[in-house]
């Protein structure tokens, strides 16, 4: 479901990066709700960071939520909505998704194969599952993503501790998409490979 819309960018336009913001809700930032985690808020405070940055260098911002009928994400909850913050522009679209890859959101799926050989730039919470799957979703839609590692929270998983999630989630990652620190795409604004 796309929740905005906008007018495609022209074909002769020059590519621009791409900054998809996954489930950047308050589930994840409200410490005592079931996917609170140590470190969300310096997490989320990176995470505005860098999308100020993306603002300012004119970069194409994409947001991405979960959106469920009922429990957390509840679409009429105070907690599904964004982060202070991290709400997106009236020109940033937004995306709605009920599985677990933002790529079953057929709407973002056209839209992300639309940056086809851009710069993708992924962030949020929800590493070890919505980021995760929808950073393997970039990768068979034919893109290559890279992961801002200190904007990408982990929340915590059934019968595993935080940073045994977050540990594991960061190492397959790493073994298949650029991983960058948000100062290398702060400073340099541009592709970046380095492992963080």
């Known amino acids: ?21 996954v489930d ?9 709700r079931p996917l609170f985690a140590a470190g969300a808020g310096e997490i989320a405070e990176t995470c505005v960071r860098v999308l ?13 939520r979960r959106r469920l009928s009922d429990g957390l994400f509840d679409v009429s909850g105070h907690f599904g909505a964004p ?8 020109r940033e679209p937004v995306f709605a998704h009920s599985t677990l890859s933002a790529f ?3 709407d973002f799926d056209f839209e992300m194969r639309e940056a086809l050989g851009e710069e993708v730039f992924l962030m949020g919470f929800s590493l070890s599952g919505s ?13 290559s993503p890279t992961v801002i590692a200190d904007a990408a929270g982990a929340a915590p998983a059934p019968g595993i ?12 990652l790493g073994s298949l998409v650029r991983m960058a620190d948000s100062r290398q795409v702060l400073d340099v604004g541009a592709a970046v490979g380095a492992p963080a």
């Open 1 to 21: 479901m796309l929740l905005s819309s906008l007018t495609p960018a022209s074909r002769f336009e020059r590519p621009r990066p791409r900054l998809v913001c």
């Open 24 to 32: 950047l809700q308050r589930e994840y930032v409200v410490p005592g």
């Open 52 to 64: 100020a940055h993306a603002r300012a260098a004119d970069w194409r911002v994409v947001h991405v």
């Open 83 to 90: 982060i202070e913050g991290l709400r997106p522009l009236i």
């Open 104 to 106: 079953g959101n057929r």
């Open 131 to 143: 980021l995760l799957a929808t950073a393997l979703g970039a990768i068979d839609a034919g893109l």
């Open 161 to 172: 501790d935080h940073e045994t999630a977050r540990d594991a989630a960061m190492t397959l």
